[in-house]
């Protein structure tokens, strides 16, 4: 269950979370109906392993929204439409006006949306009481929002923002190809994304490479700036940053599953506890690396 992605939100950590699993249940993942476009719920995050709707470690809580999307190809229900509104031109001798057309197009969905193909999804998310953090397994913010408004519907209310930067984070981003301090456990890695300040500026992309080379020097000498950048924290985690604080790649490293690999687990739920804990304890490390770092705003 190690996540890939992490979009961030900050919550007060007083957040009573006491019986959060059956407000899950009650807001549990419906089948989509005939005639929507997309259905969200929560869903057991350990699939057929594990029948709860959450699972907690140390005040933090596996949570997943489980979802349904009807796949309605815009190609063709264009193409229906335009054969309709042909057959009615030859018939009638006239074309129909804007709102007969979109009286067409909405039948026309009508009718597709019981017959389309049904598509599954999911989205993992780390609810940490104690951090008083939502971390979501997404790189996008609309999908991460979309499981932060599933929580705030099972909870009644639950006040969670963005990160908040006090500081720049393309200028500390910046500042740490350019020679400043990196935060304890922190060393460079091998990607970073470099753009020009100005309106439809230069943009470069640079993988696998040394970042304190002379290359990416010219660069920054030329003013391009730092919005992505890979790190490593204490060779345990790897992951890429960017100036929207969404962190990318994110990557547990020998270093840290070694303790999975060498243990012994009885089952797959046992395994996935294991994960589960390891993943807890590397995000709150990770978590309190980049608050020091980007002088996070707190949400109390």
């Known amino acids: 269950m190690f996540f890939r992605n992490l979009t961030l939100f900050r919550f007060p950590s007083a957040l009573d979370l006491s019986d ?11 089948p989509v109906g005939a005639l929507e476009l997309s259905s969200r719920g929560f869903v057991a995050p350990m699939g057929q392993h594990h029948d709860g709707f959450q699972h907690t470690c140390d005040g933090a809580h596996w949570l997943t929204v489980g979802g349904e999307d009807k796949l309605l190809p815009g190609a063709v229900i ?9 057959a009615i031109e030859q018939s009638e001798g006239r074309k129909p006006g804007g709102r007969a057309r979109k009286r067409l197009k909405d039948e026309l969905i009508a009718e597709l949306l019981p017959r389309a193909f049904v598509r599954p999804v999911r989205t993992d998310a780390l609810l940490d009481g104690t951090l008083g953090v939502i971390a979501v397994d997404t790189s ?3 999908v991460a929002e979309t ?7 099972a909870l009644g209310s639950f006040p969670a923002l963005p990160l908040n930067a006090e500081v720049a984070p393309r200028a500390i981003l910046t500042g740490y190809l350019t020679g ?6 922190l060393t460079l890695g091998d990607e970073c994304e470099l753009r020009d300040p100005a309106d439809s500026g230069a943009v470069v992309k640079i993988q696998r490479m040394e970042l304190s080379g002379e290359e990416i020097g010219k660069h920054l000498e030329a003013g391009k700036q730092c919005t992505r950048l890979a790190l490593v924290l204490d060779d345990h ?3 890429v940053i960017g100036e929207d604080l969404v962190v990318r790649k994110f990557k547990l490293l020998d270093g840290a599953v070694d303790s999975i690999e060498s243990g012994e687990h009885d089952d797959i739920v046992a395994e996935l506890q294991a994960r589960l804990a390891l993943m807890t304890a590397e995000l709150r490390r990770l978590f309190a690396v980049l608050e020091t770092a980007f002088r996070l705003s707190r949400a109390e």
């Open 20 to 30: 959060l699993d059956p407000r899950l249940a009650e807001c549990a993942l419906k």
């Open 237 to 239: 985690v790897s992951f």
């Open 140 to 142: 996008s913010r609309k």
């Open 180 to 185: 400043d301090a990196l935060p304890d456990g």
């Open 147 to 153: 499981v932060v408004s599933e929580v705030r519907r």
């Open 78 to 86: 264009n193409d229906l439409l335009q054969k309709k509104l042909a």
